[in-house]
């Protein structure tokens, strides 16, 4: 059996709807936390899936998360060997770091429901499915494109939303697995400083989800079947 490797960086930020495209594409599904006393010394390279979840921390800020440091460098091994990973939100600006590229504050919060808009790149990959539907962005940092990737989809406040590396290589920096996940509510309490930097309250943000989570993760679900469907194992 295939297996994936989920690893979290918070527990409030799983793999929500990404689970059953996962799981339909036969990968058993095992789930790691960063503060796990294994996860220093979890293989990287072996599964034959790896996602990576968000997390509020920035990958710049090893001195508060001494593990960053080393996930990075192991996910670099990873990537240098072409293994199947997806980095959602901090998970792609890990991807990114691993690739070489600079991880930075953006300058301001992106947080709430909001289309990407993808280049011609995008449109002929499997992020065709969420064009044009809102989708939930939660995040203040951002990153240069890495060497080698293709960019795929932007938004007007952050030019570097998706990118891939091939077949096997996919960062995303909007959460399209989040819309039905009752940890919204966790992102509501723990977070509402971003909520207001970026000019929102909770309750627009609860109504927004209501309205467009639904379609939001189902089409993100179509989003990563495909993409599972493309790896070169």
């Given at each position: 059996m295939k297996r994936a490797l989920v690893i979290r960086h918070v527990p409030v930020e799983g793999v929500a709807g990404f689970r059953a495209p996962i799981e339909a594409a036969g990968?058993?599904?095992?789930?790691?936390?960063?503060?796990?006393?294994?996860?220093?010394?979890?293989?990287?390279?072996?599964?034959?899936?790896?996602?990576m979840m968000g997390g509020p921390m920035g990958v710049y800020e090893t001195d508060r998360h001494p593990w960053i440091a080393c996930q990075i460098r192991r996910l670099g091994e990873r990537l240098a060997a072409d293994r199947p990973t997806l980095g959602?939100?901090?998970?792609?600006?890990?991807?990114?770091?691993?690739?070489?590229?600079?991880?930075?504050?953006?300058?301001?919060?992106?947080?709430?429901?909001?289309?990407?808009?993808?280049?011609?790149?995008?449109?002929?990959?499997?992020?065709?499915?969420?064009?044009?539907?809102?989708?939930?962005?939660?995040?203040?940092?951002?990153?240069?494109?890495?060497?080698?990737?293709?960019?795929?989809?932007?938004?007007?406040?952050?030019?570097?939303?998706?990118?891939?590396?091939?077949?096997?290589?996919?960062?995303?920096?909007?959460?399209?697995?989040?819309?039905?996940?009752?940890?919204?509510?966790?992102?509501?309490?723990?977070?509402?400083?971003a909520i207001a930097a970026a000019g929102g309250t909770a309750d627009e943000l609860r109504a927004h989800h209501d309205a467009h989570g639904p379609n939001a993760v189902a089409a993100g679900r179509r989003m990563i079947a495909e993409w599972l469907e493309g790896l070169r194992l």
């Open positions: 990968f058993i599904v095992d789930r790691i936390d960063v503060t796990d006393p294994a996860f220093p010394e979890t293989d990287m390279v072996a599964p034959d899936l790896v996602v959602v939100c901090l998970g792609a600006q890990m991807m990114a770091a691993a690739l070489g590229a600079r991880v930075y504050p953006g300058g301001r919060q992106e947080v709430g429901f909001a289309p990407v808009s993808l280049n011609g790149k995008g449109a002929d990959s499997p992020l065709r499915h969420v064009e044009g539907l809102p989708m939930l962005h939660w995040h203040g940092d951002t990153f240069d494109l890495p060497g080698g990737t293709e960019l795929l989809a932007s938004t007007d406040h952050y030019a570097h939303q998706a990118f891939r590396r091939g077949a096997n290589i996919l960062a995303l920096q909007f959460h399209a697995e989040m819309g039905e996940d009752p940890r919204f509510e966790n992102w509501l309490e723990k977070w509402p400083d």
